[in-house]
Nanobody, 117 residues
Framework: QVQLVESGGGVVQPGGSLKLSCAAS????????MGWYRQPPGKERELVAT???????YYVDSMKGRFTISRDDATNTVHLQLNSLKPEDTAVYLC???????????WGQGTQVTVSS
């Protein structure tokens, strides 16, 4: 089993920034693809960004240029830097880790990001 614990959420004004972190433990290894989804209030969960073990990244078009995903394999942590935040970025942000060989996926509990003036 893999445990994922997110941190870094909070309340920020429009135009502000936050850095989310997700620490993995348990039977985690660096051949997991890691990433972030988000779920706005009353809406479906949507992909934000992913990063694989080689450091290759993927972003949903609407997030490109504002969000940056990175990973630190020494600490089994993935980060999501959120810049130029907008009220529509308000959501619960969830970290996931998917084992490349088996596609087994683990989820964190989520961290709330609220963008409001």
């Amino acid at each position: 089993q893999v445990q994922l614990v997110e941190s870094g959420g909070g309340v920020v004004q429009p135009g502000g920034s936050l850095k989310l972190s997700c620490a993995a433990s348990g039977t985690f290894h660096n051949h997991f693809v890691m990433g972030w989804y988000r779920q706005p209030p009353g809406k479906e969960r949507e992909l934000v960004a992913t990063i694989n073990s080689s450091g290759n990244t993927y972003y949903v078009d609407s997030m490109k240029g504002r969000f940056t995903i990175s990973r630190d394999d020494a600490t089994n942590t993935v980060h999501l830097q959120l810049n130029s935040l907008k009220p529509e970025d308000t959501a619960v942000y969830l970290c996931y880790a998917q084992e490349f060989a088996t596609s087994v996926t683990f989820w964190g509990q989520g961290t709330q990001v609220t963008v409001s003036s």
